[in-house]
Every structure is written in C-alpha cells, then in structure tokens.
C-alpha cells in the first residue's frame, strides 16, 4: 500500500517570504499522480497543484511550484511571495495510475501554514 | 459552474441513529469519492462512485454506505452512528480518471453525542 508522509506539523512563514512543504512518500508503482491540496478554516480542499509521475518537469501555477524527485520518493511545495490568504492546512496526496484504485487519494497528515503580517 | 455541493453542513445525531448525506458534484463530473477527516486518523478514503456503479472501497466497517443516482448526485449512508463516527465527511467529483485532480465540497461535520 501506499503511504504519504508529511514530517513538518507546522510551518510559518513572513508575508513576501518564501517557504517550502516537505512530503515523502512511498510507493512500488512507476506511474502515479501527485497532488498539493489546501484546506483553510472553510473546509473546503482547494487544489493547489498536481504532478503526474512520468513528467519530469516541475510543475508550477503562479506562486506555487513543486520539487519533484521521483528517485527520492519526494514532493516538496513551495510558495513563493507568501501571502496572508494562503495560510492553512496543506496536504499531499497520492494517486494511483489510471484504471487502478478509482477515486482514491492516499493523504499525508497535513502541514499547518501560518502567514506572519 | 457550480462547485460541488455537499448538505447538510451541519449535523447532530444521537448514537444508534442513522444518518445520510449528499454530494451533488460538478456538471459532467460522474466520479464521486467520499472521505472521511478526523484529528487522529485524518484523510481517510471511504469509497468511490461512477456511474452508479462501486468501483473502490475503503476499509470501514458495512455500516457505512453509498450510492449514486444517474443523475451523478451521491449520498452516504451511516448506520448505528457511534461516537467514534464524529467527523468531517467530504465528497470529491472528477473526470472518469481523476488525473486531473479531484474538486472537493465543503463537508458535512458530522456529530454524535
């Protein structure tokens, strides 16, 4: 089975600063998705970012983008020019190639994200 | 368009009670996927849906419960609720495969006393 580990319960970080989000994971498949998720105080999970395993470039959406290290089994998140709305609980996720485990995400424990004004 | 729509947001329910809630997902999303947070166990995958069909199942007990409508709509279904129950349950929609990432709702926090 799967497994998802996020060993940083929490983390802050400075308006305008940067941070990073450590997760590892651990796995037999060679072909798999990889997700960052938000969770701020409204529930909601928002996706932040997605990575699909046989692309070796890092994926990037604006402020976000991921250090992917297949060999390593890691996925590291980092947010660049922090901003007081992007404080809240961040997840990793894991996903299992297409055809295999329908709908199921394998999550990390979470890393809860707070922004200093 | 419309995100996904979980109701109610609210729930109280008395242990040995059952309980169902509802996930209308995003238009021409037919996957739905429900999970189960909680502080000590977090993100758990409770079972997945296409076409009104099962085709993933978590590891929780038969008291928990599923379904889905042609129409897409899921609801879940909890029997003989036990205090261990009490959680955020959240559904998610996707494409058929989900690569694309899944759209989650905002949950139903759900309590028994």
């Known amino acids: 089975a799967q497994t998802v580990t996020q060993s940083q319960p929490e983390m802050s970080v400075q308006e305008a600063e940067t941070v990073t989000l450590s997760c590892t994971y651990d796995?037999?498949?060679?072909?798999?998705?990889l997700f960052w998720y938000k969770q701020p105080p409204s529930r909601q999970m928002i996706l932040v970012i997605r990575?699909?395993?046989?692309?070796?470039q890092n994926a990037t959406e604006n402020r976000f983008s991921v250090n992917f290290q297949k060999a390593a089994k890691s996925f590291s998140l980092k947010i660049s020019d922090s901003q007081l709305g992007d404080a809240a609980m961040y997840f990793c996720a894991y996903r299992s190639p297409d055809g295999t485990s329908y709908g199921k995400l394998t999550f990390g424990q979470g890393t809860i994200l707070t922004v200093h004004p | 368009k419309a995100g996904v729509t979980q109701t109610p947001r609210y729930l109280i329910k008395t242990r040995g009670q059952q309980v169902t809630l509802s996930c209308s997902p995003i238009s021409g999303h037919r996957s739905v996927s429900w999970y189960q947070q909680t502080p000590g166990q977090g993100l758990q995958f409770l079972f997945e849906?296409?076409?009104?069909?099962?085709?993933n199942k978590g590891n929780f007990p038969g008291r928990f419960s599923g379904r889905q409508f042609s129409n897409s709509r899921s609801e879940m279904n909890v029997s003989t609720l036990e205090l261990g129950d009490s959680a955020l349950y959240l559904c998610a929609s996707s494409t058929r495969t989900g690569g694309y990432g899944y759209t989650f709702g905002s949950g139903t926090r759900l309590t028994v006393v």
């Open positions: 849906y296409f076409s009104e069909t099962q085709r």
């Open positions: 990575q699909e395993a046989y692309k070796q």
């Open positions: 796995t037999s498949e060679s072909d798999y998705y």
